[in-house]
């Protein structure tokens, strides 16, 4: 087991203040010929009662698991405790990640957060950032989408998204080495589907605008893609200008980690939801930085998310060392080309070390 950094970080700053409290408090030692006087005054002082000697320790749950199975089993309870899931959800869920070898939060033996979870608690308490608790979505943490640009409501909304990546736990790590088939099937173990490719832009910029608009269906993809993101707007979730360092984009990659693999790159995250800046208008968080998230691209209108996990792949976002890796656009609206495609539900579908996944859920008109 190992203290995560950050955490043994901050408490040797707490211990060099506690050490110079107690430094203070320590008698100097007599000078050489210090008067008779004053050496008999110091004897016939009262003693002082010794300093309280003070202990630090760090949140249980900054001490990271050193094997995969007791990663899970911690993320297991927290989903219980958290998403006050079901024990068939929950049977559903556990069953998904045992028949991976790699499904988590990254290796154990490679992984180096650069923030604590209990850093990322601190930032979000200073910042007054709560879970939404939104009667329109029916679920902690879920926000709704729709487009206040057409004179559209929270109220009126149909279709709601996580505010934070898988688990959508707050100052959790996200999950990664996914394939878009588990991260389809997480979803709906849990009452909630994959998100479309336009939900999650929508939730981006600020406007969820209807598929007609947002998908060239008579186009081949690739096409579609090139014509879409010549058109598109310009934005990113915190605002119109880019900006790196108010998202989770500051870690770096393992050292020889060659672009992807279990054994050589380390999911080096940061806890979900700990940048209160990196948040869009509609109150969704990360969508800069931290992992890069599956999503459903539909080809033909049959293939939206919502009539079944029918479409095919596509990697939304940037992700946590793209400060120094800007290796492709990430405002809210540009579409990838066609990297590691295939059907959403293929077997053969991409899963990496900085990939992860958040899910969308239907609601009922009011």
Known sequence: MKAAAAVVAGV??????????????????????????????LRERAPQPAPERVTLTVDDEDVEPGTLDEQRRRLFGRMRRELSLSDEAMRQVEAIFAASAVLGQGNPALSRHPMSR???????TLSGIEPAREPTCGAPGM??????????????????????????????????????????????????????AH??????????????????????????SWHHNLLRERVWSYGPEKNHALCGTESSRTPGCPGGGWDRCGSNTYPSGAFPACRSSLGVFDLHGNVAEHMSLPILPGELARSG????TEMKGSWFAFSSMDV???????????????????????????????????????
Not at 162 to 180: S, T, W
């Open 309 to 312: 996990d029918k479409g095919f």
């Open 143 to 196: 926000v709704p989408l729709f487009d206040p640009t057409r004179g559209q409501t929270a109220e009126s909304a149909r279709t709601c998204i996580d505010q934070l990546e898988f688990p959508n736990i707050p100052c959790e790590y996200p999950v990664v080495h996914v394939r878009a088939r588990e991260a389809a099937l997480l979803c709906r173990a849990i009452g909630k589907r994959i998100c479309d």
């Open 118 to 124: 209990s850093e990322c608690r601190r930032v979000r």
């Open 12 to 41: 040797g700053a707490l211990g060099a203040a506690v050490a110079a409290w107690t430094g203070a408090l320590a008698p100097m030692p007599a000078a050489r010929g210090a008067a008779p006087l004053v050496a008999g005054a």
């Open 199 to 224: 939900e999650w832009e929508g939730a981006c910029a600020g406007a969820l605008r209807e598929p007609d608009v947002e998908y060239e269906w008579e186009r081949p993809r690739n096409e579609a």
């Open 328 to 366: 492709h656009a990430d405002d809210c609206r540009w579409r990838a080309p066609d990297w590691h495609g295939t059907r959403l539900m293929s077997k053969a579908s991409h899963a990496n070390y900085h990939l992860g996944f958040r899910c969308c859920k239907e609601v009922e008109p009011p």
